[in-house]
């Protein structure tokens, strides 16, 4: 069973920056995609970045350019550096596993998430 901790989020103003993490337990990383999702209050979680087994990244337009996904497989880390930040930036942003090399934009390709972390973006 692979456990997901988010870690990172927190309160930043308009045009900052935050860097989120995910360590990964119980199982390894490595060959595997992972991904970041997000959910505002009241909305369906989104796709925001995934990163396949072999380390290629693809991003949700909203993002692209502004956050880069990274990963660490020696330590089991996954990163989520967000720059730009804008307030429809608002989530709580969720670390997702997938036992298989190809990532994937579709949420029911994860089957492991963690409890997520709040982003509020605000002046």
């Known amino acids: 069973q692979v456990r997901l901790v988010e870690r990172g989020g927190g309160l930043v103003q308009p045009g900052n920056s935050l860097k989120l993490s995910c360590a990964a337990s119980?199982?390894?990383?490595?060959?595997?995609?992972m991904a970041w999702f997000r959910q505002a209050p009241g909305k369906q979680r989104e796709f925001v970045a995934t990163v396949s087994g072999g380390g290629l990244g693809n991003y949700a337009d909203s993002v692209k350019g502004r956050f880069t996904i990274s990963r660490d497989n020696d330590n089991n880390m996954v990163y989520l550096q967000m720059n730009s930040l804008k307030p429809e930036d608002t989530a709580t942003y969720y670390c997702?596993?997938?036992?298989?090399?190809?990532?994937?934009?579709?949420?029911?390709?994860?089957?492991?998430w963690g409890q997520g972390t709040q982003v509020t973006v605000s002046a």
């Open positions: 997702a596993f997938s036992p298989g090399p190809l990532r994937s934009r579709s949420i029911d390709s994860y089957p492991y």
């Open positions: 119980g199982g390894t990383i490595r060959g595997n995609a």
